[in-house]
């Protein structure tokens, strides 16, 4: 018998992350979280994390710096970010995004810098 479990996630009682993610939905091997109103800022020093990241920008835009090339994301626009791949993200106006992670950033500390 398959999993037949259902979740629902009200993203106003959502799980906030030390860099000010809220966590969504998650599985077995992918979740879900999403930025809100992130506010302009100098991008913060490159890391690499130990998943791999699909996103989709709702509204605003910022630049994704990934390993030497710069990449600017606009509204409509989506991106991946490798597993192990050094980026960083510059905030260039009020940015909400939802971003996919496989396997699931918040289990395990793999958030953690």
Known sequence: MSDTTVKKVDSANSPTGEMGQKYLASG???SMR?????????????ASREYETVGYVIKGSAELHLEGQKVVLE?????????GASHTYKILESFTAVEA????????????A
């Open 101 to 112: 992670t496989s396997p699931p950033a918040e289990v395990h500390e793999r958030d953690k």
């Open 28 to 30: 077995k091997t992918v």
């Open 34 to 46: 999403l930025w809100e109103n992130e506010q302009p800022n100098e991008p913060k020093e490159a």
């Open 75 to 83: 509204a409509g626009d989506s991106w991946v970010v490798p597993k």
